[in-house]
């Protein structure tokens, strides 16, 4: 009598796997098919492990055999539909998975099954819908109501989403994923006290996830806790070096930190594209394609963030001003969700594409079936980045700008744009992979933000007083920062500084004992919540004088200050991420608000002080000034783009055939 599978092994390799223990699971279902190959039950479980370490190739045979030895059973064939929508076969994904439910209308596995196959394709709504319904079949199933609150933080529904979760953790108050989606909304709605206690919680039970220190590592990083955050991140990859996105983490975290060198950080890019970028099959190993002149050159912008974000308001500036009988726009949207500045840019761009559910390989042959001459990135390492689409080479010539203040690290990576007042020519060239493309005036613009007011006299705080301030990402606030802004308010004991904040007690709490321990007075220190833009822009009318911060200066919120007639100090480095203040200012004519050192810098701010408020008509010129600018002089910065990006084109063309 063969042997069977043991439910209980079975059972045990659904739970690994539903934790990501992906290789554990896979050694004790080898095991089963020892004894008899003729389980289709394993061949089913050992497909999924496939298609979530990412080999939907190998998935598709796997699920092939258990089809074979029980070809109408429906969670075989939802997982087939799964299969073939990570291959990009969506026709085929959407027949097989509609005939599997056909089968049988109201059975748990075909709603979990057919969530899955609609959250691989991106539709939360119906994977939702799915899931509610599994859960009504099984009200106590945690894996279940855990997988829905996470799809519903996903879709931005909070409060359905922690409701989920906690109902998952009802059922079962040591399960893992619960508490670690709980730790992710908490963190995402700024709750970052509790987000820690939930990841904690989490790690005692499975101290050897990396995801969940990965996650961890974030938190710290929203709470300006450099040095914890760039621990876990280095634990998270002790225990698996092969996730690139904890890498790009820990790299992002580097840029924070005060007194890192540019040299070290620049070898951290190198060991990641090394890591995960190398042996990839390239789609465009040589370019067979014709010159720029006489034709239109097909652009891909690729980004997470084509919203409300800075990314959104640069990217308007090349739907609105980049020849269109040059450039023919494509954009490879990999965000989940849309706002009005999406609809905006999906109004001026025909060939809109989502890759947001697409795996590494389809949303690369899906850009070099588009036959994008040109791919441009405008995500760097930063969150929701696909570089692993453009370390498989899908467009001859790749181009990054932009959203990341530094090298991406890939050789296949051939442009980056830049300027020389944010990268001094011959002076920081050896930090890049790409070679740098400086041009003449700016290496971006963007557009001003909707609805701000005129700028105005600065009001100061209730009693009037002079207020320095800082609306960056509060994370920006490192140890020099702290130290340099705490001397400044010593010296100036009457004014205050407005810093925005994740309006959150853990944040307001560290962030006040950060420059008590400078000897700042509590009274000193200002806290503005995160808000809507509106309210971002009101907060300008009340500060004298925006302090850059550093070494990770400001981009768009420098802009934006300046747009609401705010003066900017900042404070010249040693690489693009601690010189984008000084691009900004010289543009504007602000120079003499560029410090050399640190001492200048709090000289400068001490000066300001006693030189006393600025009058409205002041303020307005600084807006005028901007105005005038290259920085708003669209035409001309996206016709020397274009330019550039055209020559670029052909300069590749003569060294590539």
């Known amino acids: 009598m063969q042997h069977r599978a043991k439910s209980r092994d079975l059972v045990t390799a659904q739970e690994w796997i539903a934790e990501g223990k992906l290789v554990e699971a896979s050694t ?36 092939g055999t258990a089809l074979n030895l029980q070809s109408r059973k429906t969670e075989f064939l939802i997982e087939k539909g799964t299969i073939l929508a990570a291959l990009g076969k969506r026709e085929e994904a959407r027949a097989i998975c509609e005939r599997g439910l056909d089968f049988d209308r109201l059975n748990f596995e075909s709603h979990v099954g057919l969530a899955r196959y609609h959250l691989g394709l991106g539709q939360l709504e119906k994977a939702c819908e799915h899931l ?18 996470h799809v519903l933080m996903e879709a931005g529904r909070w409060g359905e989403a922690q409701e989920a979760l906690q109902s998952a953790l009802n059922v079962n108050p040591n399960y893992v994923r619960a508490l670690w989606g709980l730790g992710n909304l908490f963190r995402q709605r700024a709750r970052t006290g509790q987000a820690i206690e939930s990841y904690t919680r989490a790690l005692s039970l499975k101290p050897d996830d990396p995801a969940i220190l990965s996650n961890l590592g974030n938190t710290w990083l929203d709470l300006g806790e450099h040095e914890k955050a760039i621990a876990c991140y280095q634990e998270a990859m002790r225990q698996n070096p092969d996730s690139p996105v904890t890498h790009s983490n820990l790299i992002v975290a580097l840029h924070y930190q005060s007194g890192v060198d540019p040299d070290k950080i620049a070898a951290a890019h190198r ?3 090394q890591r995960h970028g190398q042996g990839l099959v390239r789609l465009c190993q040589q370019t067979a394609r014709a010159p720029s002149r006489g034709r239109t050159l097909r ?6 963030d084509f919203r409300q974000h800075p990314v959104g308001r640069v990217a308007e500036v090349f739907c609105r001003h980049l020849s269109r009988d040059r450039f023919s726009l494509y954009i490879y949207d990999n965000g989940s969700l849309a706002d009005p500045t999406t609809q905006k840019l999906q109004s001026l761009v025909p060939s809109w594409r989502r890759i947001g559910h697409l795996s590494d390989d389809a949303a690369a042959k899906l850009i070099h079936d588009d036959a994008i001459d040109i791919l441009l990135d405008l995500s760097g390492h930063t969150g929701g980045h696909r570089l692993l689409v453009f370390a498989r080479l899908p467009a001859p010539m790749q181009v990054t700008m932009f959203a990341y203040p530094n090298t991406t690290g890939l050789e296949v990576m051939h442009y980056r744009i830049t300027d020389a007042h944010a990268d001094p020519p011959g002076v920081t060239d050896p930090l ?41 990402n509060p994370s920006k606030i490192s140890a020099a920062c702290a130290r340099a802004w705490s001397v400044i308010l010593r010296r100036c004991p009457k004014s205050r500084l407005m810093l925005l904040v994740r309006n959150d007690p853990e944040h307001e709490r560290r962030l006040r004992a950060k420059f008590a321990a400078h000897g700042v007075m509590p009274e000193q220190l200002w806290f503005v919540p995160q808000t809507s833009q509106a309210g971002y822009l009101e907060y300008h009318h009340s500060i004298d004088l925006m302090l850059d911060p550093f070494p990770y200066n400001g981009g768009v919120t420098t802009w934006d200050a300046l747009w609401m007639g705010v003066p900017v100090l900042t404070l010249a480095g040693n690489s693009y991420v601690s010189r ?3 691009g900004l200012l010289e543009n504007v004519g602000l120079s003499g608000n560029v410090a050399s050192d640190i001492d200048e810098f709090i000289e400068k701010a001490v000066a300001a002080e006693r030189f006393g408020k600025q009058t409205e008509p002041m303020r307005r010129q600084i807006r005028e000034q901007l105005r005038q600018s290259p920085l708003m002089d669209y035409a001309a910065y996206g016709s020397e783009l274009g330019e550039t990006l055209a020559l670029l084109w052909d300069r590749h063309l003569r060294f590539q055939i």
């Open 28 to 63: 004790l279902l080898r095991k089963c098919l020892e004894h008899d190959p003729g389980q289709g039950e394993v061949w089913f479980l050992m497909a999924q492990i496939a298609r979530l370490a990412g080999d939907p190739r190998m998935a598709l045979e796997l699920i």
């Open 132 to 149: 509610r319904a599994a859960a009504k079949l099984r009200p106590k199933d945690a894996e279940t109501l855990s997988l829905l609150g």
């Open 271 to 273: 060991e990641w594209a």
């Open 299 to 304: 652009l891909g912008l690729v980004s997470a």
């Open 432 to 472: 890049y992979t790409e070679k740098l493309v400086r041009l003449s005036k700016t290496a971006w613009v963007c557009v001003p933000p909707g609805d701000a007011a005129e700028p105005r006299a600065a009001s100061g705080d209730s009693s009037g007083n002079f207020v320095f301030g800082c609306l960056n």
């Open 580 to 582: 984008q203040g000084v």
